[in-house]
């Protein structure tokens, strides 16, 4: 029976999504980032410290375990991949060399209420860069570059990653008098779910806010542009603050430098908080065109007191996939097909049962060539064995003899062939994703 959130797919599914992390991870490794992975669980304390998580996490104990078992003794699985990399850093930093770039693709865990896109169980691809002590701002431009490239390289809608800076949002809730500036941010983060009356009513109950002051946070909230206009347009508001400044600065640099990668690539979006209580700097979130209705298949941003050793802090940056997110919707609009639901690339004709042992022979051939090869499970009429490739898309079938011949099933070409030397097509050889 289906658990509600633990999402399985079907193998052409299934299909899908190894091609779309191998697209992923060459991409990863392609601006220098080497793969990680961490545990799937964590100590609880651990979990609980970082953000407002509780009611997420699941906790692990054994079916056995003591009633009045220590708290500080529980574990939990993981709700992101950020908090495990952090402890992974803090515990290893003598090994690794700085700064460090690592991605990691591994399976999260979330008690949330699962809806279209949204699971319990879920896998994520994260790339984060941490260094020691400071953090070249440069990192954060180059996240939205590799992520561009990825889903460029994917056969998916046009993605656009929207960015702010939380040192512009704090500046300017600082520079309008507002003191508790992470309950401003939390209430802000609530926008597109709750909308402006209410985020605006919850500013002045929960952050202490006037009309005014919340009317203002509203005005930040709504500028939105893909170029640096939106600079003037926060300093037209009025408001003044040397971590607002700051903050400009450094996302006017992200959004130059994503148009020059590639235009339309990122949008500044002075809505996006991010929840999270890590953040510091830049975030970012992803919304696919025709898909935002579903809200961001990406987030992530700079933390600079994550994780430290004695004296020494580890800023970071990082990005994160939701790769589950983004099939499952994907799936669910059945945008996505695949050429065959099998990675068989050719089947082997069973003429007889006692003609086996040569079939074997010639898939072996084959296989030690990089071609995904079975032999007919049974030696039914070479129709039944034609109808069997054709119902899994697989597009060969090949018939031994002298010579032996292999079928184009589609087109209904065979020629002669050798199994020493015949090679598919390039497109054939392996499943193709498409969008439909």
């Given at each position: 029976?289906?658990?509600?959130?633990?999402?399985?797919?079907?193998?052409?599914?299934?299909?899908?999504?190894?091609?779309?992390?191998?697209?992923?991870?060459?991409?990863?490794?392609?601006?220098?980032?080497?793969?990680?992975?961490?545990?799937a669980v964590e100590p609880l304390e651990t979990l609980l410290s970082k953000g407002e998580t509780s009611k997420e996490v699941y906790l692990l104990h054994r079916l056995q375990e003591e009633e009045n078992a220590k708290r500080d003794d529980q574990l939990g699985l993981?709700?992101?991949?950020?908090?495990?990399?952090?402890?992974?850093?803090?515990?290893?930093?003598?090994?690794?060399?700085?700064?460090?770039k690592?991605?990691?693709?591994?399976?999260?865990?979330?008690?949330?209420?699962?809806?279209?896109?949204?699971?319990?169980?879920?896998?994520?691809?994260?790339?984060?860069?941490?260094?020691?002590?400071?953090?070249?701002?440069?990192?954060?431009?180059?996240?939205?570059?590799?992520?561009?490239?990825?889903?460029?390289?994917?056969?998916?809608?046009?993605?656009v990653i929207l960015v702010n800076n939380r040192k512009v949002c704090e500046g300017f809730y600082r520079g309008l008098g507002l003191a508790d500036t992470a309950q401003v941010l939390r209430t802000v983060d609530k926008l597109d779910k709750i909308g402006p009356e209410k985020v605006a009513a919850a500013l002045v109950e929960t952050a202490g806010?006037?009309?005014?002051?919340?009317?203002?946070?509203?005005?930040?909230?709504?500028?939105?542009?893909t170029d640096g206009s939106f600079v003037d347009r926060v300093r037209a508001l009025g408001v003044?603050?040397?971590?607002?400044?700051?903050?400009?600065g450094e996302l006017l640099q992200v959004v130059e430098t994503a148009n020059e990668h590639a235009p339309g690539l990122v949008r500044a979006e002075l809505k996006i908080a991010r929840g999270l209580d890590y953040y510091t700097g830049t975030v970012y979130e992803t919304v696919l065109q025709g898909y935002e209705r579903f809200g961001s298949i990406t987030s992530g941003g700079r933390y600079d007191n994550l994780a430290s050793v004695g004296n020494t802090r580890f800023p970071g940056v990082g990005i994160s996939i939701g790769v589950s997110r983004l099939l499952g919707l994907l799936f669910g609009q059945d945008a996505?097909?695949?050429?065959?639901?099998?990675?068989?690339?050719?089947?082997?004709?069973?003429?007889?049962?006692?003609?086996?042992?040569?079939?074997?022979?010639?898939?072996?051939?084959?296989?030690?060539?990089?071609?995904?090869t079975e032999v007919a499970p049974t030696a039914a009429k070479f129709g039944k064995q034609i109808q069997y490739a054709d119902r899994r898309g697989i597009p060969y079938v090949w018939f031994p003899g002298e010579p032996d011949t292999v079928k184009d099933i589609r087109s209904g070409e065979q020629v002669e062939v050798d199994a020493a030397t015949w090679q598919p097509p390039a497109a054939d050889l392996y499943p193709n994703v498409s969008a439909r």
């Open positions: 029976m289906p658990i509600s959130g633990f999402p399985e797919w079907l193998p052409p599914q299934r299909i899908i999504e190894q091609q779309v992390l191998d697209r992923i991870r060459s991409t990863f490794e392609l601006y220098g980032y080497a793969s990680l992975e961490t545990r993981h709700f992101d991949l950020t908090v495990p990399f952090a402890r992974f850093v803090t515990e290893n930093n003598g090994k690794l060399q700085f700064p460090f690592r991605y990691q693709i591994q399976k999260v865990w979330r008690g949330e209420r699962p809806q279209e896109g949204r699971y319990r169980e879920f896998l994520q691809a994260d790339i984060d860069v941490v260094n020691r002590d400071t953090l070249p701002f440069h990192f954060d431009t180059e996240m939205p570059l590799v992520i561009g490239d990825v889903f460029k390289s994917l056969p998916i809608p046009d993605a806010a006037t009309d005014a002051q919340a009317a203002a946070c509203l005005a930040l909230a709504a500028i939105s542009a003044t603050d040397p971590l607002l400044d700051e903050g400009l996505l097909t695949v050429s065959r639901s099998v990675p068989t690339c050719v089947v082997i004709a069973l003429a007889s049962d006692d003609k086996r042992v040569e079939c074997d022979r010639i898939a072996a051939a084959l296989r030690g060539r990089g071609i995904a």
